[in-house]
């Protein structure tokens, strides 16, 4: 089977991409690198681009008959689409639908799209099933609706079949230590703790300690970056048996607290990790934990790596690899 994987040079990309690799699959990688990395791309064909390069893009398609599209060439940071709403609209929403009508055109019908717990905004129960009230709170979350809707349109249109995957938190690296986690800047926590653990930066800011949790600090669900890129494959295995499309929230199911987080990270690496204390931010959710059962029952997803301490290790053993 041929795979277009558009944004495989990224985090979450670049792990997918060496998933289907072994798997056999043939692979093209499509990236700006405007985020992510060239040795990143540990197999498949390389091709530099863009989303907006419209002709790019029609002739990649055209000549390459692709079985699948895997979508990962998201904006991700929430407090930028804030200040930089157009950034996002423009990379997140309209050049999605320039994949999406090149497509159409090729009559390559299968699609499993990189969506996000944010298309939620602020829980109203939590854990958070598919059903929930969709009310997103910021551009990045809203920009990420659109494109669901504009699926769901273009499946009764055009017959394009897509799987959406929402994801809450991707956590973790390569358990290899091939891979890992390089953004610029880094907002994720497991990642700032684990450089503040190995020096890169003088501490870990906690925000708010009183929040309505066990221990005060917000809870969120982390999934490990491997099962997350076998739950994509598992999805795009369903387009192909002819089961259709639809959306599933990706989490493992238990929420770790901030404390939490650092006290593992603590344990994981044997070091102290100097943590300052900030006040609340605007919009953060005490807790955001992830109903995960209809992927589980539909898609037959059962992670292997949903314990924190091994979400932590293998994500030191990439950050750790990178000290000095």
Same mark, same amino acid.
């Given at each position: 089977?041929?795979?277009?994987?558009?944004?495989?040079?990224?985090?979450?990309?670049?792990?997918?991409?060496?998933? @289907?690799? =072994?798997?056999?699959?043939?692979?093209?990688?499509?990236?700006?690198?405007?985020?992510?990395?060239?040795?990143?791309?540990?197999?498949?064909? /390389?091709?530099?681009?863009?989303?907006?390069?419209? #002709?790019? $893009?029609?002739?990649?398609?055209?000549? %390459? &008959?692709?079985?699948?599209? @895997?979508?990962?060439?998201?904006?991700? =940071?929430?407090?930028?689409?804030?200040?930089?709403?157009?950034?996002?609209?423009?990379?997140?929403?309209?050049?999605?639908?320039?994949?999406?009508?090149?497509?159409?055109?090729?009559?390559?019908?299968?699609?499993?799209?990189? %969506?996000?717990?944010?298309? /939620?905004?602020?829980?109203?129960?939590?854990?958070?099933?598919? #059903?929930?009230?969709?009310?997103?709170?910021?551009? /990045?979350?809203?920009?990420?609706?659109?494109?669901?809707?504009?699926?769901?349109?273009?499946?009764?249109?055009?017959?394009?079949?897509?799987?959406?995957?929402?994801?809450?938190?991707?956590?973790?690296?390569?358990?290899?230590?091939? @891979?890992?986690?390089?953004?610029? *800047?880094?907002?994720?926590?497991?990642?700032?703790?684990? =450089?503040?653990?190995?020096?890169?930066?003088?501490?870990?800011?906690?925000?708010?300690?009183?929040?309505?949790? *066990?221990?005060?600090?917000?809870?969120?669900?982390?999934?490990?970056?491997?099962?997350?890129?076998?739950?994509? @494959?598992?999805?795009?295995?369903? $387009?192909?048996?002819?089961?259709?499309?639809?959306?599933?929230?990706?989490?493992?199911?238990?929420?770790?607290?901030?404390?939490?987080?650092? #006290?593992?990270?603590?344990?994981?690496?044997?070091?102290?990790?100097?943590?300052?204390?900030?006040?609340?931010?605007?919009?953060? *959710?005490? &807790?955001?934990?992830? #109903?995960?059962?209809?992927?589980?029952?539909?898609?037959?997803?059962?992670? &292997?790596?949903?314990?924190?301490?091994?979400?932590?290790?293998?994500?030191? &053993?990439?950050?750790?690899?990178?000290?000095?």
């Amino acid at each position: 089977m041929r795979v277009l994987v558009v944004g495989g040079a990224g985090y979450i990309g670049s792990h997918m991409v060496k998933l @289907l690799c =072994q798997r056999g699959f043939e692979v093209t990688v499509l990236d700006n690198l405007s985020a992510g990395h060239r040795d990143a791309v540990k197999g498949g064909r /390389f091709v530099l681009g863009d989303l907006g390069e419209r #002709d790019l $893009l029609d002739e990649l398609l055209r000549t %390459s &008959r692709f079985d699948g599209v @895997l979508h990962f060439a998201s904006h991700i =940071q929430v407090g930028e689409s804030v200040r930089e709403p157009a950034k996002y609209y423009l990379n997140n929403v309209f050049k999605t639908q320039y994949l999406l009508d090149a497509m159409v055109a090729h009559r390559i019908n299968h699609f499993i799209f990189s %969506s996000t717990a944010a298309i /939620f905004g602020e829980p109203l129960r939590t854990p958070i099933d598919e #059903d929930h009230p969709k009310n997103p709170i910021n551009p /990045f979350g809203r920009g990420k609706w659109m494109v669901e809707q504009m699926l769901s349109d273009y499946e009764v249109a055009y017959g394009l079949k897509a799987v959406c995957l929402r994801y809450f938190n991707a956590a973790g690296a390569d358990p290899d230590g091939e @891979l890992g986690e390089r953004h610029e *800047p880094e907002t994720h926590l497991i990642p700032l703790v684990l =450089q503040a653990a190995a020096g890169r930066r003088p501490n870990i800011t906690v925000f708010g300690t009183d929040y309505d949790t *066990p221990d005060g600090t917000c809870v969120r669900d982390y999934i490990h970056v491997t099962d997350l890129c076998e739950v994509h @494959l598992l999805a795009l295995q369903r $387009l192909w048996d002819g089961a259709g499309g639809g959306a599933f929230n990706l989490g493992n199911g238990n929420g770790f607290s901030v404390r939490e987080v650092i #006290d593992t990270a603590r344990a994981v690496t044997g070091r102290e990790i100097p943590v300052v204390y900030g006040e609340r931010r605007p919009g953060d *959710p005490a &807790r955001l934990v992830a #109903d995960s059962r209809r992927a589980r029952a539909e898609l037959g997803w059962n992670p &292997r790596y949903a314990d924190l301490a091994t979400i932590v290790a293998h994500a030191w &053993r990439w950050e750790g690899g990178r000290e000095g």
